[in-house]
């Protein structure tokens, strides 16, 4: 039968997203997001402008298209019950319920969690529900520490005392802030990856890890920001890792999976691969973005089969990949993130990346082109047999895009990058 599959969301991993839909055999798509995404209206049957965290208008958006399958992008919209509101109106919704997507919403549920089911990987930490006795515990601890705050930040509330910042610093960020409840934890030190797992009634397959670049500037300097690009290698691992560290990882993913019972939808596993093996620095509750950008076009299972397999309790398939590494890079707005400028031209069009395949993110469709807006503004992914040769396409898409108000991290996937994060890797191992 033919799915009617409605997307939630309207960034690049909504675009890969709305791709692997459009490659399926028979399924029609449908997207609803606050933006307007030109690569995903090009895919799609039809488009409606509604905020991702307004759940009574996308269930009456899935009902006027006659929807058969949800998936749903972002965590606002997991935050909002948009999963628990298509649900109870029988459209099956790839993603959490709120209650289960706390695992990503909720730090301090997060943690709490990992230690009353005893899971691998939990790094030390303390919860507090006021500034002033977490700014004393930051004051007298031995180490340094990692500051959380407990909600939803977009992925700029962390701070790393000891690397972004000082802890009189953290101090203060902990007292002038806005944020009341806090997790202050062990700093882990080693090389981040990230595995992202399909999963359903208490069964999960899992994808090749990727490493992200949060940093905004080259050479990992500068403030965090929502992911500057990605690369992951033809096999699951990568190359500053081993099958037993991946294999490590997996184990943390299963435990997880076991002790949330009925969880569904993806569960992403940000790690941190220290000299004793992998910890755990973050669970998400979607796919990650740019990490989707790399992983669902390597993706040869038809994934809106699995998604019917996940929602009908048949099982899901196992899952294929492409034997090809990726790299992903994001073109960025001129003094994204702190003061990004809006309003230049993008030169580039899924026609002409050439090899790559384009992704759009935030940007402004105009009629007479597509415009940058403050946010990330659209991704080139090469592929190739090696990470190298996959960059290598990925900046010949650039060069046709030109960069004029748009920056990029060129480093991304380069041999020399590479080698650096094998180093750092060797030398913790050697330690
Ligand atoms: P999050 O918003 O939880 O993804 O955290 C943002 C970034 O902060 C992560 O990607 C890591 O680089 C860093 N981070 C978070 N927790 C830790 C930790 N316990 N140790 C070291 N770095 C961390
Ligand atoms: N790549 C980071 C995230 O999706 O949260």
Known sequence: MTETVLLVGGGG????????????DDAELYACA????????????????IEETDAEAIVDYAASVGATLAVIGPEAALAAGVADALDDAGVYAFGPRAEAARIETDKTFQREFMAEHAIPGCPAFETFDDPAAAADHLRNADEDLVIKPRGLTGGKGVRVVGDQLTRAE??????????????LEERL??????????VAD?????????????????????????????????????????????????????????????????LYGQFMLTAEGPKVVEFNARFGDPEAMNTLP?????????????????????????????????????????DPTAGARVGIDPESAGEALLFYASVDAREDGVYTTTSRSFAVVGHGETITGAEAVAEDALEQAGETGLRVRHD?????LLQRRID???????D
């Not at 606050?34 to 402008?49: C, F, H, K, T, W």
């Not at 030190?189 to 399909?198: D, K, L, R, W």
């Open 202 to 266: 208490g069964s999960y397959r899992v994808t090749p890890a990727v490493q992200d670049h949060k940093r905004a500037y080259e050479g990992d300097e500068g403030p965090n920001t929502g992911g500057m690009g990605s690369y992951s290698d033809a096999t699951f691992e990568l190359p500053f890792m081993t099958e037993a560290d991946y294999a490590a990882a997996v184990e943390i993913i299963d435990a997880v999976v076991e002790a949330l019972a009925d969880y569904k939808g993806v």
């Open 298 to 338: 390597a993706l040869e299972t038809d994934f809106v089969e699995l998604l019917a397999a996940a929602r009908d309790g048949e099982g899901m398939p196992a899952l294929e990949f492409a034997d090809r590494a990726t790299v992903c890079k994001y073109a960025v707005p001129d003094g994204y993130p702190t």
């Open 170 to 183: 953290g101090v203060d960020y902990i007292l002038d802030g806005d944020y009341e409840e806090f997790v």
């Open 189 to 198: 030190v080693g090389e981040e990856f990230t595995i992202q797992a399909f």
């Open 412 to 416: 991304i996937g380069t041999a020399e």
């Open 34 to 49: 606050s933006n307007r995404n030109p690569g995903i209206d090009a895919l799609a049957a039809g488009v409606e402008r």
């Open 424 to 430: 750092h890797m060797d030398d913790l191992r050697d």
């Open 13 to 24: 991993r909504e675009h890969a997203i709305a791709r692997a839909v459009d490659d399926a």
